[in-house]
């Protein structure tokens, strides 16, 4: 496994930046419904968390050596997959909850690569390489000005 990057400030201010507009959109959505409308909407981050850490553990396991533009695309793809399918309903707000706190802790903890990974590696103390389609080429060219 390679060892992990820790992104440098640009990297960070950006995701921790882009993380409190997305809880700025989901916000009005968990104060306007009921309480069973958020849970269902907590119940789908959840979901999203739960499958992102299977996707950590197979890949830590399996593809340890996987290709960062399939990595990418296998990263951002399921999340993509939740929030268009679900636009405008719990699902779409769950997927915005999750990437919102992921790009937070993110940005908290300095992780480079995906921001959808970072919750996982929060739970399991392990990274993976997985790059981020948006993150991964400001990170690159941050480390390479510094």
């Not at 992780?111 to 990974?117: A, F, R, T």
Request: hydrophobic share 55%.
């Amino acid at each position: 496994m390679v060892p992990m990057r820790k992104t440098l400030l640009i990297g960070r201010i950006l995701r921790l930046l882009l993380g409190i507009f997305f809880l700025t959109e989901v916000y009005p959505v968990y104060r306007d419904v009921t309480l069973e409308g958020a849970i269902i909407r907590l119940g789908w981050a959840l979901t999203i968390v739960i499958f992102y850490v299977l996707v950590h553990i197979i890949v830590i396991k399996y593809f340890p050596n996987i290709n960062k533009v399939i990595g990418a695309v296998l990263a951002i793809s399921p999340f993509l997959a939740v929030f268009f399918i679900g636009y405008g309903g719990p699902a779409a707000t769950g997927a915005l909850t999750f990437i919102a706190v992921s790009l937070i802790i993110a940005a908290i903890r300095a992780d480079s690569g995906c921001e959808v990974m970072s919750i996982p590696a929060l739970i399991l103390g392990k990274h993976t390489h997985l790059s981020c389609i948006v993150f991964s080429p400001i990170d690159s060219i941050e480390k390479a000005i510094k």
